[in-house]
């Protein structure tokens, strides 16, 4: 009789070998989901941390004996044999609002490093996309480093930087997909109370999860139109590309590439490249989808039609529990809002005004930055206010957002407007608003 299951002491572990089972259950360790293969000494120092021992397959992967190099299995198997190991190691998500302090620095005092940090880490992931185009290799470091700045700036204020992924240059939005993906995912893993450790994996495997498009041809990424199937399967094929490209890196965390590999998972099964469904899809591959969907409905692309923000909400709830989980899209909706920060919107009495935060109780009553008046002229001084504090608006009716407005509809240049907060004048009248 053949043994497909051997006992290792952690000590013993090697890079390669696949772990089927653990000596405790998976919901005391750190660990995702039950079952994975060991790619970096990493891993196995984390297994070291909680297990005394652990079981391996030894029909998939190494044995304690292996003389074969089999240290890089291929990154996906067949379709059944994934279906089967994602399908016995989720790990519920456990939501916590409690977990962070509300927001600790004001978006006024926090918009100017937060401008400067997105520049510098814009040119870090165009820089680490260009590298891999042209063949040099994937510096995780750099990665590790733009996920912990995003965390500690989002942890400081939410919203400020979900803001500056609205700004636009000359048509075309200056800060890059996998930026502004995992800006939200940050946001989001905020709200559902992730601990900042976890919350940068999450934030790095967002901003990873698609760099295997940087081995598909161009013309086909930008390409208007629908894709012919082989087109659709050679797209396709970038998760495949993108694990192996992370898998090569021996010290990246197996979360990491958990999120390449079912970020374009559906709820229902209709993702790729397994065809999981529902919790089957580790809840950062859901997180990741949700995100990744979100942003490239609200920006502008080659192909398709860009929506406001709260069209995008509005597509994603009618989405829940098909090509989403329900719980999710309810919870991304609670962090982000319908208004997220930096939209444009219009109000019940006329008026016309810059989204600056969200507030989670009220959603039609956000802090906004008023622009025009209800008789459409342009305020000389943008006045701040708080559309929940009803003392703002003495005797006259509170009003609330009645919906939000594509950019190019309005002659507003909320380029401008956003770019103003770095100067000291405009800082000093929100202040005194």
């Known amino acids: 009789m053949n043994i497909e299951k051997e006992k290792v002491s952690v000590k013993f572990l090697k890079v390669g070998m696949y772990v ?29 941390a909680f297990c005394e021992h652990v079981y391996i397959d030894v029909v998939k992967g190494k044995t304690l004996n292996s003389n074969p190099d089999i240290s ?37 005092s926090e918009f100017s490093a937060a401008h400067n940090l997105m520049l510098d880490l814009n040119s870090a992931i165009e820089e680490t996309s260009f590298n891999l185009r042209v063949g040099k290799g994937l510096d995780i470091k750099k990665t590790k480093q733009v996920a912990t700045q995003v965390v500690n700036s989002v942890i400081r204020n939410p919203n400020t930087l979900v803001w500056l992924t609205q700004l636009k240059e000359q048509g075309k939005y200056v800060y890059g997909h996998s930026l502004r993906s995992g800006i939200l995912a940050a946001v989001f893993g905020r709200h559902l109370g992730i601990a900042e450790q976890q919350l940068e994996i999450l934030v790095s495997g967002v901003l990873l ?53 079912t970020h374009h998972e559906r709820f229902d099964g209709s993702g790729y490249p397994y065809g999981l469904v529902g919790d089957e899809i580790p809840a950062f591959g859901q997180i990741a989808g949700i995100v990744d969907t979100f942003d490239a409905m609200t920006s502008k692309k080659p192909y398709g039609t860009v929506h406001t923000p709260s069209q995008a909400m509005e597509w ?28 444009l919107v219009q109000l019940s009495d006329g008026s016309t005004g810059l989204v600056l935060s969200h507030n989670k109780e009220k959603r039609l009553k956000p802090e906004v930055l008023l622009l025009r008046d209800s008789t459409d002229q342009t305020l000389d001084k943008p006045k701040f206010v708080d559309l929940s504090k009803k003392a703002i608006f003495s005797n006259k009716e509170r009003p609330c957002i009645t919906g939000a407005l594509k950019v190019d509809s309005v002659n507003i240049d909320v380029n401008e407007i956003l770019l103003s907060f770095n100067s000291r004048n405009i800082v000093q009248k929100l202040l005194t608003a």
Not at 78 to 104: E, G, Q
């Open 209 to 261: 999860a698609d760099i295997g498009k940087t081995k598909i041809n161009r013309k086909l990424l930008e390409k208007k139109g629908d894709y012919t199937p082989e087109e659709k399967k050679l797209f396709e094929s970038h998760v495949e590309l993108g694990v192996e490209l992370l898998a090569s890196d021996s010290s990246i965390d197996h979360n990491i590439l958990t999120i390449a590999e």
């Open 72 to 108: 890089k299995p291929s990154p996906l198997l067949r379709k059944a044999d994934n279906k089967k190991r994602f399908r016995s190691r989720v790990r519920p998500l456990i939501v916590n609002h409690d977990y962070y302090t509300p927001t600790l620095k004001p978006i006024k």
């Open 316 to 343: 994603l709830y009618k989405e829940r529990n098909k090509l989403f989980s329900a719980k999710l899209v309810d919870e991304f909706i609670q962090a982000i809002g319908l208004y997220p920060a930096g939209t």
């Open 20 to 48: 089927c089972k653990l000596d405790r259950s998976w919901l005391d360790t750190p660990f995702p989901f039950q079952g994975f293969y060991i790619r970096s000494n990493n891993e196995i120092k984390d297994l070291q």
